[in-house]
């Protein structure tokens, strides 16, 4: 039974992490488990609406009940109506793509986006991405110890760009440079084109969520240094807010 539990969370994620349908074979070279037991469970899942079927059944993606969950998640998060106000009001400050995220070990998952006024940019609810290549990322990890980040992180680092950092020990050095400066700062790391400030929440010990602002990356420095310092003030009395209203 445990099995079959890690199982069926092992194909969930597997699936949710792919861009596309996967197959079944695709799905069996990505989880290693056994095409018969995989196949049942995946016609089990299929039944239950977690995950959805092409016409053919020959590839499976995310369904309609696995966005039901996530969405529960969200509602009873007693952070997230107040980190909807924040980003509202430092996006009406900067005008530029804010989120709200919280690390998840080596990952981050955005919780919340308030997009620029003057560009569409696709909404990042509900995306899990590798820490070390986003801002917010490299805010939450400057909070732990170089070993704790050792222990959380592979060794090479995941590259989404040809900036991102992959060698873990020019990685813990630019998480040095996080702490002295009070903010992370990206430039390309995760997506061509874009920089990225961050700050942590401080609410929580060690901070689990994090602020960010994303911006073309052409920016000059001292343009990036105004919004990083409006990211602090917002990001500050969030967490004032937060701590007031006893959250934790």
């Keep these: 039974m445990v099995k079959s539990a890690e199982r069926t969370v092992r194909i969930?994620?597997?699936?949710?992490?792919?861009?596309?349908?996967?197959?079944?074979?695709?799905?069996?070279?990505?989880?290693?488990?056994?095409?018969?037991?995989?196949?049942?469970?995946?016609?089990?899942?299929?039944?239950?609406?977690?995950?959805?079927?092409d016409t053919g059944s020959s590839a499976y993606g995310i369904g309609p009940h696995a966005l039901l969950t996530g969405t529960a998640y969200l509602d009873k998060d007693p952070a997230l109506p107040l980190a909807h106000d924040a980003l509202e009001d430092l996006r009406e400050e900067i005008g530029h793509t804010v989120h709200f995220a919280r690390r998840?070990?080596?990952?981050?998952?955005?919780?919340?986006?308030r997009e620029s006024r003057d560009r569409h940019a696709i909404?990042?609810?509900?995306?899990?991405?590798?820490?070390?290549?986003?801002?917010?990322?490299?805010?939450?990890?400057?909070q732990l110890t170089d070993d704790e980040v050792a222990a959380l992180l592979p060794d090479p680092l995941p590259a989404l760009t040809e900036q991102s950092i992959?060698?873990?020990?020019?990685?813990?050095?630019?998480?040095?440079?996080?702490?002295?400066?009070?903010?992370?700062?990206?430039?390309?790391?995760?997506?061509?084109?874009?920089?990225?400030?961050?700050?942590?929440?401080?609410?929580?010990?060690?901070?689990?969520?994090?602020?960010?602002?994303?911006?073309?990356?052409?920016?000059?420095?001292?343009?990036?240094?105004?919004?990083?310092e409006a990211v602090i003030r917002h990001t500050r009395k969030f967490a004032a807010t937060l701590r007031r209203e006893g959250i934790r």
Aim: glycine share 6%; hydrophobic share 40%; aromatic share 4%.
């Design 104 to 113: 998840d070990d080596g990952h981050v998952l955005y919780l919340a986006t």
């Design 166 to 228: 992959t060698d873990l020990t020019k990685f813990t050095d630019e998480l040095d440079q996080v702490r002295a400066r009070g903010y992370a700062l990206e430039r390309e790391q995760g997506t061509p084109g874009v920089a990225c400030v961050a700050v942590a929440v401080d609410y929580r010990i060690p901070a689990t969520d994090a602020i960010s602002c994303s911006m073309p990356a052409e920016l000059p420095q001292e343009e990036i240094e105004r919004i990083a």
């Design 123 to 142: 909404s990042r609810v509900g995306r899990r991405l590798p820490a070390s290549v986003t801002a917010l990322g490299q805010a939450l990890l400057a």
């Design 12 to 53: 969930l994620e597997a699936l949710a992490a792919s861009p596309e349908r996967l197959t079944l074979s695709e799905l069996q070279k990505r989880t290693g488990f056994p095409r018969s037991s995989l196949h049942a469970l995946m016609r089990t899942l299929v039944e239950l609406k977690w995950i959805e079927a």
